[in-house]
């Protein structure tokens, strides 16, 4: 090890190539760098890819869910549960809207949400759940329906389409699992709505940005539910800015007092290139991942496992945790591995813990099984960058520390 020269090693630097770069230099000389045939474009090869009737792209995964939450009518007097073991956005779009966030733990030994607890947290007042996919690996959605189902009777809708599903509304949270599989099916067709993450460490990226895609409603049509969500992502004006481009088509009318999320031509020409070479990506993440566990298998450590007989993961990060240890020695692991020049990061520190949550009353004591994951987790990187030495220094590093 002494031997191996001090790399420079990124957590999750962005992939772009010269055809991304050629992509938004054809935007920028097209004259139409704002939403526009691109972004369009790219809407319909997001709905393809997830076997989904449309899809809305937006400025961030946390748009998307927000304005998910919006278009059903949750608001003030309602419920929305989610993971304590997930990143803030998840909770965060339930205040927004005036709703109660409520909180589940992890199930013991998961990063998931504790599937038997989903039940018992639902009331009169839930409207929604927000389950989240970790690190690629998508939920077990039968057993989310299975939970909501049986509590079917206790649901009251607030508007027509709360009242055309009849049930609590599964928004999945899969800004880890664009691509992943979930009983052959994908993400983006498995929840009722699906919000993906574009945002520049995801493993598909436009910069920043994210879409939204829904499973078709009975009662309801999908271009209808496309416009609502035109409505509440500019402004609730009529006509976009490529329909009041039109010779003569200047007018328009403000239908609604609504929100600006939209997606650039930008963005999404980042975004259309990243998809034509998405599988690629995909068979070199899952091909670090064969090395890592190969090599980690016989240490004193625990990783996520990222396909079986009923799921495949879009491998978007690697999570280990430090069997008997504790968030000193992560710590001191995380540390370590910074001076070999080896980025890493923590997947999740959990919501009760910070400052926002706390205030709001929650207390990382009633949610043990979450602290009991976060304390000894440590993400090495994974991202399809990185050359076959670096993931052999990355190894060799992480293996001389823990023996």
Known sequence: ??????????????????????????????????????????????????SAPKAVAMNSATACMEMTLRLLGIGPGDEVITSAYTYTASASVIHHVGAKIILIDSGRESFHINYAAIEEAITEKTKAIIPVDIAGVMCDYDRIYEAINRKKELFKPNNDLQEAIGRVVVIGDAAHSFGARYKNRISGAVADFTSFSFHAVKNLTTAEGGAVTWKTINGFDNEEIY??????????????????????????????????????????????????RYQEMLEKRKKIIGKYDSRLNKLNVRTLNHSDEIFTSSGHLYLVRLIGKDEGYRNWVIESMAKKGISTNVHYKPLPMHTAYKNLGFDIADYPNAFNMYKNEITLPLHTSLADEEVDYILSSFIELLV
């Open 1 to 50: 090890m002494t031997n191996i020269k001090l790399r420079n090693i990124s957590f999750s630097p962005p992939d772009i190539t010269e055809s991304e770069i050629d992509e938004v230099i054809d935007t920028l000389k097209s004259g139409w760098i704002t939403t526009g045939p691109k972004t369009k474009l790219f809407e319909r090869k997001i709905a393809d890819y997830c």
């Open 227 to 276: 416009k609502k969500f035109m409505l509440l992502t500019l402004h609730g004006q009529s006509k976009d800015a490529l329909a009041k481009s039109k010779l003569g088509a200047w007018e328009y009318d403000i239908v609604l007092p609504a929100y600006k999320c939209n997606m650039t031509d930008i963005m999404a020409s980042i975004g259309l290139v990243q998809l034509r």
